[in-house]
């Protein structure tokens, strides 16, 4: 018996369609994460990319469970002296619904140079159109 790795010549990408309309933020985001990473293929190697493309549409209309919705926010710090900013939830999916499930994604996948190239895959649109019908992308499953 000899085990088989997974190369980077030998995996293929497929693409895969995901319509996040009324679903919940992080039950969404970790299946597309293990999809991203290739956790849900039989030859995943986790030095090896062998995740497939993810193509969101409907981020506008995505939710969160409970009443996260009025009191979720978000942080980040510019680096100044007292440069900490806060975004509501409310406020960043009026105004940047595809960063909101982007970033959510973002932090589930490796923090290094393959995660970077796993995050390139993924294709967020707010709206119900998205510009990869030529891909013929896959409903997940």
């Known amino acids: 018996m000899t085990t088989t790795f997974a190369t980077k010549q030998t995996v293929q990408h497929d ?10 933020l992080g ?4 299946k597309v994460a293990r999809v991203l990473q ?18 969101v549409t409907g981020a ?19 680096g100044y002296i007292g440069g900490m900013k806060y975004t509501p939830f409310l406020r960043l ?5 595809d960063q909101l499930f982007r970033n959510a994604v973002r932090r589930m996948i490796p923090k290094n140079q ?6 390139a895959k993924l294709k967020v ?7 990869h019908t030529a ?5 997940l499953p």
Do not use: F
């Open 60 to 78: 506008e209309n995505i939710r969160l469970s409970g009443t996260k919705e009025l009191s979720k926010v978000y942080h980040h710090h510019t």
């Open 125 to 131: 649109y707010a709206g119900s159109e998205h510009p």
């Open 135 to 139: 891909q013929n992308p896959q409903p």
């Open 27 to 30: 039950r969404l985001a970790v």
């Open 93 to 97: 999916r009026a105004t940047h619904p």
């Open 114 to 119: 393959m995660g970077r190239e796993m995050l």
């Open 38 to 55: 290739g956790k849900n293929k039989a030859i995943y190697s986790p030095n090896v990319d062998c995740g497939d493309y993810v193509v």
């Open 15 to 24: 693409w895969y369609h995901v319509d996040a309309s009324e679903q919940i």
